[in-house]
Every structure is written in C-alpha cells, then in structure tokens.
C-alpha cells in the first residue's frame, strides 16, 4: 500500500526554507539525470558532484525546516512524501535537462544567482540559515564557475553549438523572473534581517551573465514576461513525472532502510 502525503504546517520561516529545500532537491535530482549520458567522462564526474552538492544543501534545509516546523517530520519526509502541489521550487530548475546547451544555460541562470543569494544569506540573524549559507556559497561559486566556461565554449565554438546555447537562453530566460519574487510572508523575514531580499541581487546577476554571454558571443532576449507560480505550488507536467521517479522507493516501501 502507498504511503499517504505528510502535511507540513508552513508557517513563514518554514516556507521559506522550504523553497530553498525544494530548489536544491529538484535541480539536484535534475542533474543526476545526466549520470551515464553526459558528453564525457569528466563532465559525468563533474554534474554528478554538482548534483551532490546541491542534495547536500537540500539535506541540510530540509533538517532545518522539520526542526522549526516541530510536527513530527524529517528530510526524508519532507523529500519524499509531499504532494507534488507542496513543493515551491523555482519552475526553472524542474524543467527538463534538453540537451547539454539546455542543461548549461538552467545552470548558469541558476547558479549566478544562488551565489549571490547564499554570500547575502550569511549575514542572516539566523545562525542556522547563515551556517548553511556559509557551506553552500562555496559550492555555488564553483558551480557558477563551471557553468559559465561551458557556456563561453558552446556560445563561441561551433555554428551548432552557439545556436543550440542561444536557443536554450531563449526558452529558458522567461523563467527567471521567478527568482526575484517576493511575497508578504518573506518580505517579513526581509524585514527581520532573516533573508535578504532579492530584488537587491538582480543588477549584480545582470552584470555576470551579460559578461559570460557576451565573450560567448550569445545575447539575452529583450521579452521581460516571465512565468510564475512554482513558489505557491503551481507547476508544470515536468514536475509530476519527475516526483513519480523520486518519492517511488519511499512510497511503494515506507519505511524501508538499508
């Protein structure tokens, strides 16, 4: 028999954490896709360890987030036996891989501003959020690292590969907007010094993919309409299908250890 969805009481603090969870666990899950199918060795190594760290950071707010919550929950549970209506991740990071052009260009969005947003977090009053900050800005900033020199190769290499890196911006750009989103219960925990706001992160964000596509000879899109929904639990099929892979050991054997 099926394990039946948990319910979580999301007061502020807990949703806010949870976003961040579910953004790490997703991408995470995204990119351990991609074991055995990337287009070498080394690259298989490197977004399998950048999806460990991200599962890591997912591990950690999860933690984090049943502890402030108080109702009985774990990571495990909170991974694991959510709705898929629960989850608030960002749209960006269930979309699916694509090809390699597809998968970079997500990556690059993404972590440009995750590692604006965990340097801003480690000033956070909350010591448990800042610690966490703290290991996380590391890895973001290696993860921005190495998606920026694979953009810079596929933009200026060959005619394929730079229409391939400008159609993935292309696709994927209306689905940024959404990290810049902020709505009155984390405007609150702005105000408490507890998160940093955002929008604050967007010129600085700006700068850096304009100086990686520019010397990749690859351009943003004019169009300024972005999707939403992903933070209050409004998805995309993608999301649903992925879930159906994640939850299935823990659904169809709960409780079942190693």
Same mark, same amino acid.
């Given at each position: 028999?099926? #394990?039946?969805?948990? #319910?979580?009481?999301?007061?502020? +603090?807990?949703? @806010?954490?949870?976003?961040? !969870?579910?953004?790490?666990?997703?991408?995470?899950?995204? +990119?351990?896709?991609?074991?055995?199918?990337?287009?070498?060795?080394?690259?298989?190594?490197?977004?399998?360890?950048?999806?460990?760290? +991200?599962?890591?950071?997912? &591990? !950690?707010? @999860?933690?984090?987030?049943?502890?402030?919550?108080?109702? =009985?929950?774990?990571?495990?549970?909170? !991974? @694991?036996?959510?709705?898929?209506?629960?989850?608030?991740?960002?749209?960006?990071?269930?979309?699916? %891989?694509?090809?390699?052009?597809?998968?970079?260009?997500?990556?690059?969005?993404?972590?440009?501003?995750?590692?604006? @947003?965990?340097? /801003?977090?480690?000033?956070?009053?909350?010591?448990?959020?800042?610690?966490?900050?703290?290991?996380?800005?590391?890895?973001?900033?290696?993860?921005?690292?190495?998606?920026?020199?694979?953009?810079?190769?596929?933009?200026?290499?060959?005619?394929?590969?730079?229409? &391939?890196?400008?159609?993935?911006?292309?696709?994927?750009?209306?689905?940024?907007?959404?990290?810049?989103?902020?709505?009155?219960?984390?405007?609150?925990?702005?105000?408490? =010094?507890? !998160?940093?706001?955002? +929008?604050?992160?967007?010129?600085?964000?700006?700068? #850096?993919?304009?100086?990686?596509?520019?010397?990749?000879?690859?351009?943003?899109?004019? %169009?300024?309409?972005?999707?939403?929904?992903?933070?209050?639990?409004?998805?995309?099929?993608?999301? /649903?299908?992925?879930?159906?892979?994640?939850?299935?050991?823990?659904?169809?054997?709960?409780?079942?250890?190693?």
């Amino acid at each position: 028999m099926a #394990t039946p969805s948990i #319910t979580v009481t999301e007061t502020p +603090l807990v949703l @806010y954490t949870l976003r961040r !969870a579910d953004d790490a666990l997703i991408l995470g899950h995204r +990119l351990s896709e991609w074991c055995g199918h990337a287009p070498m060795l080394e690259e298989d190594m490197a977004l399998s360890n950048i999806a460990l760290d +991200l599962i890591g950071q997912a &591990r !950690a707010l @999860y933690t984090y987030a049943a502890e402030v919550e108080g109702g =009985g929950n774990d990571e495990d549970k909170l !991974a @694991y036996l959510r709705d898929v209506r629960q989850y608030r991740n960002l749209l960006l990071v269930e979309r699916p %891989n694509g090809d390699f052009a597809q998968t970079m260009v997500r990556q690059l969005f993404y972590s440009a501003f995750a590692d604006l @947003y965990w340097r /801003g977090m480690m000033s956070s009053r909350d010591a448990t959020l800042a610690a966490i900050a703290a290991k996380s800005e590391k890895e973001s900033a290696y993860h921005l690292r190495h998606a920026s020199e694979w953009i810079i190769r596929l933009g200026d290499g060959t005619k394929e590969s730079h229409a &391939r890196a400008q159609a993935a911006i292309d696709d994927l750009w209306a689905f940024t907007g959404e990290m810049f989103a902020v709505d009155e219960s984390e405007r609150d925990l702005i105000d408490a =010094g507890i !998160a940093v706001d955002p +929008l604050l992160l967007m010129p600085e964000w700006l700068v #850096t993919l304009t100086d990686v596509l520019r010397e990749a000879t690859l351009t943003l899109p004019e %169009n300024d309409w972005m999707q939403q929904g992903g933070r209050d639990g409004r998805h995309s099929e993608h999301l /649903g299908h992925l879930l159906s892979e994640l939850q299935y050991m823990q659904r169809s054997f709960p409780g079942a250890s190693w």
